[in-house]
């Protein structure tokens, strides 16, 4: 048993994914919302602030329902039961890294438009959202959230006269920013990616049913069979009787978030071709071929990093150990992102295997470093727990710059990477030794080229021209 733990404010935790997307349609009509349901307790890592299901039904109407709170807690027999059978459906998970969390945020965002009744749900940030809000405010546009999804939406109807997927290109030609989008209307289904693949998005089959999901886990949970990635820039629309339209949007010019492998995705899950638990080993046989230290034990901080751990001990022969355990029982009320609940009680509890580390000269292997705070907290909690030296092993780069794209670490004066020397660093959160993987291994074993990925948090080099919108995003909200 754990005999020692830590409280980590959720947020220092780690940064995180802002959203979750499921869609599927059916050519028989059924309980699709369950199917929903268990897609998006497979993504539930990537936004654990509310939950929502919106199907349509009877051709014209649409019944959702949405709240804060993890999947589970939104969604009993009772609310799965108001939601009718269907031939088509859309879910999300929400993490809010721009709009305030309450449900009025909470997705998918359903209205009435060209089209009749439509639902749309996204994931991701786009950048020039205000711009384009205050244009919309000026041609007589009303917004009830402050969501980028109402603003998507708006602009999908306005250009949408002719058909839904002119509108979602139109739309999203429009866009800058990084973005995932499934959307319900007239029996349809449409899904959409980013011109740069930014964020992921994958179709699956199951028997007569097509399945969009933000990750492969997603569409594992629901029995779906993945096809494919839904390739950067590109818009499917699916039609009952199985008619699947593609079409793409211009300017396409792929760089997907690296950090994917890093620690957003789940490790079951392939994006893009590639296995995330293969990248996360690959990155931990690496750190082995690079820093051969003399220690007793290797572990990982979990879960993401527990996978590298075991590759490092692979190739360096230094037995695999559990030092530290995770509290999985966390729901709403833990999970608040607000400085506020930051810096609250409102805890996720770490926990340490004495009898395991206990003397030991133990290798940490952690995911990333952000701010710094959880990783000096787990060596303290560590080295109260008996460990003789620790020594932290990094399987990603140095995080130097923020990222504008929906991940949470949006200023460079919140990480610890961006004005300190690595020695700094190490001396700041109290390890022995302290060692990062360069930028080129991690490409590597992501199995990717100079230009595959967006590496912005890591090289400081984006794909899109961001800063400008980002800046006066800041000042208005
Ligand atoms: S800046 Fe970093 S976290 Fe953001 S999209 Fe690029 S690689 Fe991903």
Redesign the pocket.
């Known amino acids: 048993m754990p005999d020692k733990y830590i409280i980590v404010p959720e947020r220092e935790f780690a940064p995180h994914e802002e959203c979750g997307i499921v869609g599927i349609i059916s050519n028989t009509e059924k309980e699709l919302a369950r199917d929903i349901y268990y897609g998006l307790f497979a993504l539930q890592h990537r936004g654990q602030e509310s939950a929502g299901i919106a199907v349509q039904y009877n051709n014209d109407a649409i019944a959702y329902y949405k709240n804060m709170g993890l999947v589970s807690e939104v969604f009993g027999a009772d609310e799965l039961q108001l939601l009718p059978k269907t031939f088509a459906g859309i879910g999300h998970v929400r993490y809010s890294t721009t709009g305030s969390s309450n449900v009025i945020n909470a997705q998918p965002v359903v209205f009435y438009g060209r089209h009749g009744r439509m639902a749309i749900a996204h994931n991701g940030n786009i950048a020039n959202a205000l711009v384009i809000k205050e244009k919309m405010i000026r041609a007589g546009h009303i917004f009830q959230s402050s969501v980028d999804s109402e603003v998507l939406a708006s602009l999908i109807n306005y250009y949408g006269a002719e058909d839904i997927t002119t509108g979602i290109r139109k739309a999203c030609e429009e866009l800058v920013g990084?973005y995932a989008l499934v959307l319900v209307a007239e029996n349809k289904l449409f899904a959409a990616r980013d011109p740069q693949g930014?964020k992921p998005l994958v179709l699956g089959i199951r028997g007569d049913d097509y399945v969009f999901a933000s990750e492969s886990c997603g569409l594992d949970a629901m029995d779906a069979t993945m096809i494919r990635d839904v390739e950067p820039g590109e818009i499917i629309m699916i039609e009952r009787g199985n008619k699947i339209t593609s079409s793409h949007m211009s300017g396409i010019m792929r760089r997907s978030?690296?950090?994917?492998y890093v620690y957003l995705a789940r490790s079951d899950s392939i994006i893009d071709g590639v296995g995330v638990y293969d990248a996360r080993y690959e990155c931990g046989k690496q750190l082995a071929s690079l820093h051969k230290i003399d220690a007793d034990i290797v572990a990982g901080v979990p879960d993401s990093a527990l996978v590298s751990a075991r590759g490092y001990s692979d190739i360096s022969g230094i037995p695999y150990v559990d030092a530290l355990g995770k509290n999985r029982y966390i729901g709403r009320t833990f999970i608040q992102p607000t400085q506020s609940m930051r810096e609250s009680a409102v805890k996720i509890k770490l926990t340490a295997f004495k009898n395991n580390i206990a003397g030991k000269r133990l290798i940490l292997i952690e995911d990333s470093i952000v701010r710094g705070t959880t990783c000096k907290k787990i060596i303290h909690l560590l080295r109260q727990s008996g460990a003789k030296e620790i020594h932290m092993l990094v399987a990603s780069p140095v995080v130097k710059?923020p990222?504008?794209?929906g991940?949470d670490m949006d200023t460079r004066e919140q990480l610890i990477g961006a004005f300190r020397t690595e020695e700094e660093i190490c001396s700041e959160i109290g390890a022995d030794s302290l060692h990062y993987i360069p930028l080129s291994n991690l490409t590597l074993a992501c199995r990717g080229t100079g230009t595959t990925?967006?590496?912005?948090?890591?090289d400081g080099k984006?794909p899109l021209d961001v800063e400008q919108y980002y800046c006066r995003k800041e000042g208005l909200e």
């Open positions: 990084a930014l978030c690296i950090f994917e710059y990222c504008y794209f991940v990925y967006c590496k912005g948090c890591f984006y």
